[in-house]
């Protein structure tokens, strides 16, 4: 396999990323998930979505956003990073993790972050692999019923 094409998403991605999100969130329809991806992308003009791309179709998506917090100033916070089930081990969620690694230490950047479900040991191992650590748990507070 050759290396992959890492490149922003565009508004033309968005029903391909939608697949690759439901992986991840099996139990929330593809229009919710859809409509939830394109809000956040118009609303949040820090949020951006990267995809590994092989042989012209998107195996893997992350999205990342920059922000600052008191306890460590600027940081990048990954999310939903998900590889397509038969494009896994294949190396495309390290190479998209080392692509935004590249991204916050071009905008001055100390630290990456993320989240990841306790049950999804597979992203545990590689997180690890690349050097995160665990530092705290996230807690969750539902105020609503989730849809999912």
Do not use: Q
Request: net charge negative; glycine share 6%.
């Amino acid at each position: 396999m050759s290396p992959p094409v890492i490149r922003e998403l565009g508004p033309e991605d968005i029903n391909a990323a939608t697949l690759l999100l439901a992986d991840l969130n099996p139990g929330i329809p593809h229009d919710v998930l859809a409509e939830r991806f394109r809000t956040i992308l118009a609303e949040h003009p820090h949020y951006h979505a990267y995809g590994a791309f092989v042989e012209g179709e998107l195996a893997a998506v992350a999205s990342a956003w920059i922000a600052t917090k008191i306890w460590c100033g600027r940081y990048l916070e990954l999310d939903n990073l998900v590889v397509g089930p038969t494009r896994r081990s294949l190396g495309l969620g390290t190479a998209l993790i080392r692509h935004l690694e590249e991204v916050a230490r071009e905008n001055d950047c100390n630290i990456a972050v993320l989240d990841s479900y306790t049950s999804n040991h597979a992203s545990h191992r590689l997180y690890h692999r690349l050097g995160f650590e665990i530092w705290g748990f996230h807690f969750v507070k539902p105020l609503a019923a989730l849809d999912r």
